[in-house]
């Protein structure tokens, strides 16, 4: 481990040696910072700390900004960024305070996010005064958004102006929160009824070893995966969250950056996120909250690579693309259908102090069951209207009825056996 790669350059680094993580002699130490998961006093949780060089130590496996960690690492390579750079957290506290709520202080109903992670500064500013690096994993402002679909909406008579959440210039009033995850191993190990030892040694594996310490450092629970997280968007008084009085409108959206940002027209992800987002809108106007959940889980979490080999195969299968093998297509080149693993969405729910959802604006099972079962009641679905369904998208809706998504109109045979999807030559 003592060899340097040779950099062809002049600025090459004088060699130090390398630190590993896996042991007790690195800047982990012998023994972690204390961290009791899911106490209610954050004094007595304690901060998470990933960041490499913290005077107090540090109690979680992996780093701080998820995906984007890699790039952090990219920066400090190649010299333009100094790796004991700390950042100035001056004026970056929430716009708006959100929580604490009872769900908190439990320790398996969140299990993904740090449910301190927005107020770190606040909750932490001891240790933040004497020096240490403790970083937020969430951040909370407040913007205006603008989207097509609403001047459409507006125009059908279906949403009104009001001149304070929604303006006549079509602009909507948000707050946003951006969250990277946090995983507490023992809590996701049992989410998906694996045990805490199997969890660790699947993510080190399969990830060629990135981290050592998820098979060797077993003291250290928390775990901060270079995934993406996800941004939720809230309509209306948001001190309202955590009353059981207030109804609450919701979409869990999972990112499909072909249609939610260039309008592709192979699926009905843009569709249905404007409609969730206009039923967000009525909800708050009528004195309720509107919640948007927006998940980084490209392509089912295959990722747009393997979404985009299986959009081919679809359209060059014999008698065209077409429901009946919808799923198939994905099995063929995933080995799976799905990797979304909605066992973790609910987190975001309990954050948010939510224990009922009035209307929810999904028809997936998938979505549905998982929120159901941790504890959440859904009063009503709300299924997309016929009239938002892009041509091209009946065969993924077709093939998500028959498969058992909320409906009341589930396709039959005959049905599903058309081929419905443009070539790849249209
Ligand atoms: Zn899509």
């Known amino acids: ?29 012998a023994k972690p910072l204390p961290l009791e998961w899911g106490a209610a ?66 320790p398996e109903k969140i299990v993904s996010i740090d449910p301190w992670g927005h107020i770190t500064s606040q909750v932490f500013a001891k240790q933040i005064n004497a020096g240490w690096d403790i970083r937020p994993t969430i951040a909370v402002t407040k913007a205006h958004i603008n989207m097509p679909e609403l001047h459409d909406a507006v125009r059908a008579g279906r949403l009104k102006p009001d001149g304070n959440i929604l303006a006549a210039n079509g602009d909507v009033k948000v707050t946003k929160v951006a969250i990277e ?121 295959l990722g747009e690579v393997t979404k985009f080999l299986v959009y081919n195969a679809r359209k060059r299968q014999e008698m065209g693309d077409r429901a009946e093998t919808y799923f198939q297509r994905t099995e063929c080149v995933a080995g799976v259908q799905d990797m979304r693993f909605q066992e973790l969405m609910p987190d975001i729910l309990h954050w948010l102090g939510i224990s009922r959802i009035d209307r929810l604006v999904s028809m997936s099972n998938m979505k549905f069951e998982p929120i159901v079962a941790s504890g959440i009641q859904v009063v009503e679905r709300v299924p997309i209207p016929d009239e938002l369904i892009p041509a091209d998208a009946r065969v993924e809706m077709d093939a998500k009825k028959a498969a058992g998504y909320f409906t009341d109109k589930v396709p039959d045979q005959d049905e599903l056996k058309k081929a419905k999807g443009r070539g790849l030559e249209e």
């Open 41 to 106: 006093d954050p004094a007595q949780r304690g901060p998470v700390v990933a960041t490499l060089k913290n005077p107090g130590g540090k109690n979680a496996i992996g780093t701080h900004s998820g995906a984007y960690s890699l790039y952090r690492a990219l920066a400090i390579a190649a010299g333009q960024l100094k790796a004991e750079h700390k950042p100035d957290l001056t004026n970056t506290a929430p716009a708006e305070p959100l929580g604490p709520f009872p769900q908190w202080a439990d």
């Open 181 to 301: 995850p946090v995983w507490y191993l023992p809590g996701v190990a049992k989410r998906f009824n694996i045990s805490e030892t199997e969890l660790r040694r699947g993510l080190f594996e399969q990830t060629g070893g990135m981290f050592p310490e998820l098979v060797t450092r077993g003291d250290l629970k928390v775990f901060l995966p270079p995934i993406g997280g996800m941004t939720v968007y809230l309509f209306g008084d948001i001190t309202k969250l955590g009353k059981p009085a207030t109804r609450i409108a919701c979409r869990i959206h999972d990112e499909c950056n072909g249609s939610d940002v260039f309008g592709s027209d192979i699926c009905t992800c843009r569709p249905y996120l404007a409609h969730g987002i206009e039923v967000c809108i009525e909800e708050a106007q009528q004195g309720g909250v509107g919640v948007i959940v927006y998940n980084r889980k490209e392509g089912r979490a």
């Open 1 to 29: 481990m003592s060899d340097i790669p040779n950099i062809p350059n002049e600025k090459k680094p004088t060699p130090k040696s390398i630190v590993l993580t896996s042991h007790p002699s690195s800047n982990v130490g």
